[in-house]
């Protein structure tokens, strides 16, 4: 088909027109920025290309994959790590009030990054990340409150497997 030098500078010069699906997408998307994309050769004018804002970005889902791997590492190795620990030095002493309270967050993270994992959301990692966090911090801080007095190999494998959660859910974040 023969066109006219007019039509194709005509073709080369427009811009790209957003279809009706595309302006629906980009009013739900949470911008907190945009970037231009470069053009590449003979594609026509660079599109602005939203950025997700970090709030759209934990909305965002995650594959079945990372959400499977992100439970089985919970199970595990908390599993491993509750298996492994041994009885308290002192199991009438009274546990000060913020261990209680970081036991009741950390349980409560963990009950919502599950849930994440079942709903395949990306906040679920960060779930699993700030429960991870506080259990290594609960696992340091065990010797200094006085429930077990005594460091030895438990202690180590229960930090490695709280300092593997960590790792598992910051992976997660960046790839799943």
């Known amino acids: 088909m023969a066109t006219t030098k007019a039509r194709q500078e005509q073709l ?9 699906h595309d302006v629906a997408a980009l ?18 004018p660079a599109v602005a290309v939203p950025r997700l804002s970090r709030r759209g970005r934990l909305l ?19 599993g491993i790590g509750i298996a492994v620990e041994p009885p308290p030095t002192n199991p ?20 919502g990054a599950f849930a994440g994992f079942w709903l395949r959301r990306r ?3 960060a779930a699993s990340l ?17 429930h077990h007095t ?11 497997c709280g300092l593997g959660l960590v790792a598992t859910s910051v992976l997660g974040l960046r790839r799943g």
Do not use: M, Y
Request: glycine residues 10%.
């Open 12 to 20: 080369i010069k427009a811009e790209r027109e957003l279809h009706d």
């Open 27 to 44: 009013e739900n998307v949470w911008v907190a920025g945009e970037r231009t994309a470069p053009a590449a050769a003979g594609n026509g």
């Open 60 to 78: 965002e889902p995650i594959t079945g994959r990372w959400a499977a791997i992100g439970a089985v590492a919970w199970v595990l190795l908390l």
């Open 92 to 111: 009438d002493a009274v546990d000060p009030w913020f261990l209680n309270a970081l036991g009741t967050i950390l349980l409560a993270a963990v009950v």
């Open 123 to 125: 906040w679920s990692l």
């Open 130 to 146: 700030l429960a991870s966090g506080l259990l290594v911090i609960s696992t340091v801080a065990c010797p200094a409150s006085g």
């Open 150 to 160: 005594q460091l030895g190999a438990w202690w180590v494998v229960q930090l490695g």
